[in-house]
């Protein structure tokens, strides 16, 4: 079975609680990080790895 693709808009709080989750998680694959500010930075930086940001 293929992984879940998912792209998360958001890296304030719940964001990054999401994105943590989903990184955890073998059936998901993030693909990427949408944010406003450096919250997304922040997060590739706490998770070692490395997506695409918008």
């Given at each position: 079975?293929?992984?879940?693709?998912?792209?998360v808009?958001?890296?304030?709080?719940?964001?990054?609680?999401h994105?943590?989750?989903?990184h955890?998680?073998?059936?998901?694959?993030?693909?990427?990080?949408?944010?406003r500010g450096?919250?997304?930075?922040e997060?590739?930086?706490?998770t070692?790895v490395?997506?695409?940001?918008?």
């Open positions: 079975m293929s992984k879940i693709r998912v792209l808009v958001g890296c304030g709080n719940m964001g990054a609680s994105a943590k989750a989903y955890d998680m073998s059936e998901f694959e993030i693909i990427g990080l949408v944010s450096d919250s997304k930075n997060l590739q930086k706490n070692a490395r997506l695409s940001t918008f």
